[in-house]
């Protein structure tokens, strides 16, 4: 049995990112090893999505079914899950954690698992499988795909609809105590001390040692590698502590498609290395609809489909522009036949073969915005949840946006002055090269970095 590359997903977004990966190793004749997914028991839309992907392209898979695995803990572990429950954690959820590690070091010794690529190795990322690979010592790459900062941890607490604030709070002394002696687990926001996770869940992985070093940071710290995309995510991870030795700037693979895809189309190209628009005649405006946050306070839409309408309206009013539209993942199914019904036409492309079509991408608060900004593609980020997260507040040519009139102003501007967008465009020169490296060149450096495991 040859060993095996596992690669673990646990959000579509993710699942795509190291699908990349995936298909990459697959066609390299080098690599001598199986490759195969696993995935978690997810929402049977999101999980389905990522299977009926596995299955079109014969990429082999296993689900995790920890509950056949559940096995006795050891006396260690029982005095663990004791304490845990003295100071008010959780004594089901740690014990689950030891199950759940129990079944994935059973599950890599069988598969003889000889590296793990992830997609984060945060908070994030289920802990019990990280804790198996350790104790393993089998090495784990970062191939992350989601940029958020510490502003956005605290604010998904604060606006968690499903747990109050307060069950995020220590609340006793005992408690109060424990997260004293390890602070990393807290922050300060408005006076208030939070946890990183609901307590009990935070006390469990506190107790189990399954916590990441950094529980703050979207990537924990504590991986073997991170593939780094650009130099602004370089120094950025670097800010956030994470081990400067671990991080590798590779770039991400979908610069490799951009770049590919730029170079067989000529206009493009000429596009992308000047400052000229694709068409001279008309300016490319991607609308990239964001997922359905509008039961948030803060919303400016207090339904999605108003928002859909108004964007859809809006997409109509200049003949100078040639609409294009796109859907995140999370959109469901009702959502885009709405937009579909509006006589819409949504797009099909992926996102790394879109970017390069257009001049400019109106969205809100997406990750995609890193590939526009590595294309020099002026960008209306339109805050319409009111998230208020500084991301590229600094980037030239990115317009940061969050109520209707001033959105409205913009719009009327990229939608009629070719020469505006042009201009944005010229200012992201210097941009485009700290947000992504467009060279063809990021499956070598990978290469490289993964053979040193092999």
């Known amino acids: 049995m040859k060993p095996v590359i596992l690669f673990y997903a646990r959000m579509e977004t ?13 066609s390299e004749a080098s690599i001598k090893v199986e490759l195969k997914f696993l995935f978690e028991e997810l929402p049977l839309n999101v999980s389905k999505r990522m299977f009926d992907y596995c299955n079109a392209h014969n990429i082999p898979y296993d689900v995790c079914d920890v509950k056949d695995s559940f096995k006795k803990i050891s006396k260690i572990q029982f005095i663990k899950t004791a304490m845990c429950k003295y100071v008010g954690g959780s004594s ?14 059973d599950y890599f010794l069988s598969e ?27 090495p784990t790459i970062v191939v992350p795909y989601e940029y958020s900062q510490k502003q956005q941890a605290i604010e998904s607490i604060i606006s968690n609809s499903s747990r109050p604030p307060k069950d995020f709070q220590p609340e006793n002394w005992k408690q109060r105590i424990i997260f004293f002696l390890f602070r990393k687990w807290t922050t300060t ?27 703050w940071s979207v990537n924990g710290g504590d991986c073997s590698k991170l593939f780094c995309d650009s130099p602004h995510m370089r120094d950025f991870y ?69 928002f859909i309408d108004y964007w859809v309206k809006l997409s109509q009013i200049s003949n100078l522009i040639e609409p294009y539209f796109q859907v995140h993942p999370a959109v469901t199914e009702e959502q ?20 390069p079509k257009i001049d400019v991408l109106i969205t809100s608060v997406s990750s995609v915005i890193r590939l526009a900004i590595a294309l020099k593609k002026p960008v209306i980020n339109f805050d319409l949840y009111h998230f208020n997260y500084p991301d590229y507040l600094m980037v030239s040519g990115v317009r940061h946006i969050d109520n209707l009139d001033d959105f409205h102003t913009e719009f009327s501007k990229i939608s009629s002055e070719m020469e505006y967008v042009r201009a944005l465009k010229k200012d ?27």
Not at 14 to 26: D, G, M, S
Not at 112 to 138: H, R, W
Not at 428 to 454: H, P, T
């Open 14 to 26: 993710q699942f795509f990112e190291l699908v990349r990966v995936y298909h990459f190793l697959a």
């Open 92 to 105: 089901p959820f740690i014990k689950h954690l030891f199950y759940e590690t129990n079944f994935f070091r």
């Open 112 to 138: 003889k698992i000889k590296l793990m690529f992830i997609g984060e190795d945060g908070v994030g990322t289920s802990p019990s499988i990280f804790c198996a690979a350790k104790k393993l010592k089998i």
């Open 189 to 215: 926001y408005q006076s208030e001390i939070y946890l990183r996770l609901p307590r009990a869940i935070s006390l469990a992985m506190l107790f189990f040692n399954s916590g990441p070093k950094l529980p």
């Open 238 to 306: 670097y800010k956030e502590g994470i081990d400067k030795k671990k991080i590798r700037l590779t770039g991400n693979l979908g610069y490799d498609e951009m770049h590919l895809f730029l170079k067989e189309n000529e206009r493009y190209w000429l596009a992308y290395s000047g400052s000229t628009l694709i068409d001279n005649k008309k300016i490319r405006v991607l609308f990239a609809f964001p997922p359905d946050y509008t039961s948030r306070q803060k919303s400016i839409f207090k339904k999605y489909e108003d």
């Open 336 to 355: 885009k036949n709405y937009i579909e019904s509006k006589g819409i036409t949504l797009e099909t492309d992926n996102i790394v073969k879109l970017i």
């Open 428 to 454: 992201m020169s210097e941009e485009s090269l700290r947000w992504g490296i467009i060279d063809g060149q990021v499956k070598n450096r990978m290469l490289a970095e993964i053979k040193e495991y092999l």
